[in-house]
């Protein structure tokens, strides 16, 4: 482990992978595939939610808010995660590390409001489906969404900056692939507790509230749903609350893992293999579950391809 006279170094090493070197070249070539869907895929969502005037509703504006996040929580860290696994630098500098550090927690906790958000919205369609135009207006979709956002800032720039007060006592090797806020308390020297309870704090608000109003609301959605006599309609909206249901398993079972343990307890590589999966697999899987299994998307989406085609 490296030792520089400074509390905060210039830069940090990256070990990554550096145990098991067979992995990069495969992982490398796993995120240079799936970066790019994931952009194409969000960017698809976006495109046919605005475009597509049958798609101008609530729950559409707050996938179109789920997209533009998956895309800027990916990028804040596949980039560097491939310059790292296809290169013998290991390193990223302290200002690199810092803007890495806020800008993936403000996704990922911004993510995790919004996701109960639209779980909110999902209960009022299902549930009072007779006042769902007069209770989701235009105006209280985006306040509920600035309301997320803000609050998602607030939360997860507190934290980081907190973190990034902690000393380092001149160590500046990291056993991650990334700059992360229970990596860096773990890294710390000092007194850690303080940080390691704030961070539990935070989580409990963005992880664990936002958790307990999605089972709460879809709890209701289940019992509303078996009351439908319909079998299409019973199938309707099961199909739509499903995609959202998985999306929410993907992203916060790997958070649930990382987060709501002390970050002196979390094994060595779990931080590594939780990081590639809500900073690569979800945002890369989320644009495919809404489009195989929402047939307004998926015509959406054949709609928009036929006009491009059209157009040429």
């Given at each position: 482990?490296?030792?520089?006279?400074?509390?905060?170094?210039?830069?940090?090493?990256?070990?990554?992978?550096?145990?098991?070197?067979?992995?990069?070249?495969?992982?490398?070539?796993?995120?240079?595939?799936?970066?790019?869907?994931?952009?194409?895929?969000?960017?698809?969502?976006?495109?046919?939610?605005?475009?597509?005037?049958?798609?101008?509703?609530?729950?559409?504006?707050?996938?179109?808010?789920?997209?533009?996040?998956?895309?800027?929580?990916?990028?804040?860290?596949?980039?560097q995660m491939m310059?790292?696994?296809?290169?013998?630098?290991?390193?990223?500098?302290?200002?690199?590390?810092?803007?890495?550090?806020?800008?993936?927690?403000?996704?990922?906790?911004?993510?995790?409001?919004?996701?109960?958000?639209?779980?909110?919205?999902?209960?009022?369609?299902?549930?009072?489906?007779?006042?769902?135009?007069?209770?989701?207006?235009?105006?209280?979709?985006?306040?509920?969404?600035?309301?997320?956002?803000?609050?998602?800032?607030?939360?997860?720039?507190?934290?980081?900056?907190?973190?990034?007060?902690?000393?380092?006592?001149?160590?500046?090797?990291?056993?991650?692939?990334?700059?992360?806020?229970?990596?860096?308390?773990?890294?710390?020297?000092?007194?850690?507790?303080?940080?390691?309870?704030?961070?539990?704090?935070?989580?409990i608000f963005i992880?664990?509230?936002?958790?307990?109003?999605?089972?709460?609301?879809?709890?209701?959605?289940?019992?509303?749903?078996?009351?439908?006599?319909?079998?299409?309609?019973?199938?309707?909206?099961?199909?739509?609350?499903?995609?959202?249901?998985?999306?929410?398993?993907?992203?916060?079972?790997?958070?649930?893992?990382?987060?709501?343990?002390?970050?002196?307890?979390?094994?060595?590589d779990q931080p590594?293999?939780?990081?590639?999966?809500?900073?690569?697999?979800?945002?890369?899987?989320?644009?495919?579950?809404?489009?195989?299994?929402?047939?307004?998307?998926?015509?959406?989406?054949?709609?928009?391809?036929?006009?491009?085609?059209?157009?040429?």
């Amino acid at each position: 482990m490296e030792v520089i006279n400074k509390s905060h170094p210039e830069k940090f090493i990256l070990l990554g992978f550096a145990d098991h070197p067979w992995l990069e070249l495969p992982l490398f070539v796993i995120l240079l595939i799936t970066y790019p869907m994931a952009m194409v895929g969000n960017i698809a969502i976006i495109l046919v939610s605005v475009l597509d005037p049958h798609l101008h509703s609530p729950m559409y504006f707050f996938l179109t808010n789920l997209s533009f996040l998956d895309m800027c929580y990916t990028t804040s860290v596949v980039p560097q995660m491939m310059f790292n696994l296809g290169s013998t630098r290991k390193t990223i500098s302290y200002t690199g590390c810092a803007i890495q550090l806020y800008f993936f927690h403000i996704m990922g906790g911004t993510e995790c409001l919004l996701l109960a958000l639209m779980s909110l919205d999902r209960y009022v369609a299902i549930c009072k489906p007779l006042h769902y135009t007069l209770i989701m207006n235009q105006r209280l979709c985006i306040l509920l969404a600035s309301i997320v956002w803000l609050t998602g800032i607030t939360f997860a720039v507190s934290e980081a900056t907190l973190t990034l007060q902690l000393p380092l006592c001149g160590l500046n090797t990291l056993d991650h692939i990334l700059c992360e806020i229970p990596v860096l308390i773990q890294n710390a020297c000092g007194e850690k507790t303080a940080n390691e309870l704030a961070l539990s704090v935070v989580c409990i608000f963005i992880v664990v509230v936002p958790l307990c109003l999605i089972l709460t609301s879809y709890a209701f959605i289940g019992r509303a749903v078996l009351n439908i006599k319909s079998s299409e309609g019973r199938k309707k909206a099961f199909g739509t609350c499903s995609s959202h249901l998985m999306v929410v398993f993907l992203f916060f079972g790997p958070g649930i893992s990382m987060y709501l343990q002390p970050p002196s307890s979390i094994p060595k590589d779990q931080p590594k293999f939780m990081a590639l999966f809500y900073g690569v697999v979800t945002p890369t899987l989320n644009p495919f579950i809404y489009t195989l299994r929402n047939k307004d998307v998926k015509a959406a989406l054949g709609s928009l391809v036929k006009s491009i085609f059209i157009s040429k």
